[in-house]
């Protein structure tokens, strides 16, 4: 039985916890946050401790915002053990030396009321050495069916193609949402459209798949929907995309 | 048994055709089209005719580019029947007077190469009057289970939000392709991750959907983002987008 330290109890956190919670050969021995009082999950209770406080275990998980990875890993209070950083944009050796390094980072949109099948999360896994690297390969594994080796340098430019797919995209969404709520129409007449934008690049490259107005160059739609537009940064983002299709043709 | 004259053979027309064709009530007479010679679909092949020759049909459905609605209506030789349009943006009275009018708007991204199961796509009807409409709704309830009233005005808005969430959506994938190419990252590692963004709003609202370093305010990361992106429209977009995020919080 391996053991793992969890640090942090955000989005990632909860999800890798509820993940890794159901495999046998590995057990949650704690789950380390900075102040106690802020959780209020029942599940997780008698896991939590204070970091200062965590015992030594095989893989310790961090899972925290991007800018407090570095102090966690330095209050860490064990040495010569696997830490590993979950995150997209953080590069390895922000990680503290008192450890072995690694990044164990999975690459999908975690939402605490929304589940997940872990199964299919791409897994983006480095580390210092070769032994270390399958440690991480062999929970990986377990974990999902999508396990990749990635260097930081191929994280980094992953995590930002990954908020233009993810991110943004969900906010061309909220902008979808507030137009159809403006006009008195549900937003659910969307929900189709959206799903299948998302599923005919499994067939299609996207560039195959674009459609609509700006690759046509139909420019008589163009100016009726700019003039459609009344908020000002909606109207920017119409005009900008749109100017960027159509050089990318 | 009703007929029905298709007029265009696109994308649109294309996946219209595949849906009647599978409906016992319903015959599709002839498929309409400007010039002849551009067709070589061989299933299509023995019903085309040029638009002057078309027969009366009990619906005529025109599913051509929006700039060529009001020509192909005029041309259509017979007179008092229904014949209404399929686009998401043009108004109901580009269609010729001479005939009753109507619209008939699959709110879905078609590609030919694409499969489309068009019982979930969202089917928009307008007509002048309510026998007209009710022609409509009869055809549209054996095509899909999605059929909505939509006005004109209505009509325009929607396509407009549509163009937000699909064709814009599609062209940041696009983007994070191109970023994955480019820095020998295969894309499919992205795709778990764009069909949990589109899966999510299934039970999430955009808004409280919004995750990535715009809704965190982590300027770091997004400093970090900016000096990556080397391409000047992306880059753009990537600041635009994060602003908008930013400001509908």
């Known amino acids: 039985m391996k053991t793992i330290n969890l640090i942090g109890w955000g989005n990632v956190a909860y999800h890798l916890f509820s993940a890794i919670n159901n495999l046998n050969n590995y057990k949650i021995q704690n789950i380390g946050v900075r102040s106690l009082e802020k959780i209020d999950d029942f599940f997780a209770l008698n896991l939590l401790v204070q970091i200062d406080d965590l015992k030594p275990a095989d893989i310790t ?39 072995r390094k690694g990044v164990f980072y999975p ?31 062999l929970l990986a594994n377990l974990l999902s069916n999508n396990v990749y080796e990635i260097s930081s340098d191929q994280r980094k430019s992953l995590h930002v193609a990954a908020v233009f797919v993810s991110n943004f995209t969900n906010h061309l969404y909220t902008i979808g949402n507030k137009i159809c709520t403006d006009n008195n129409i549900s937003f659910n007449i969307l929900k189709p459209l959206i799903n299948e934008t998302a ?39 119409y005009k900008l995309i749109t100017q960027s299709i159509q050089q990318n043709v």
Chains 1, 2 share one sequence.
């Open 61 to 99: 998980l961090i899972a925290v915002l991007d800018r407090a990875i570095e102090e966690v890993a330095e209050k860490i209070p064990y040495k010569n053990k696997l830490v590993v950083h979950t995150s997209g944009t953080t590069a390895i050796d922000v990680l503290n030396n008192k450890n």
């Open 107 to 137: 690459l999908q949109t975690f939402s605490k009321n929304k589940e997940v099948n872990f199964k299919e999360v791409p897994l983006c896994l480095e580390a210092e050495n070769d032994s270390d690297l399958n440690e991480l390969k």
């Open 199 to 237: 599923d005919k690049i499994r067939y299609l490259s996207p560039k195959e798949a674009q459609t609509g107005p700006a690759i046509r160059f139909d420019s008589k739609t163009i100016e009726k929907h700019e003039d459609f537009l009344k908020n000002p940064i909606f109207k920017e983002i």
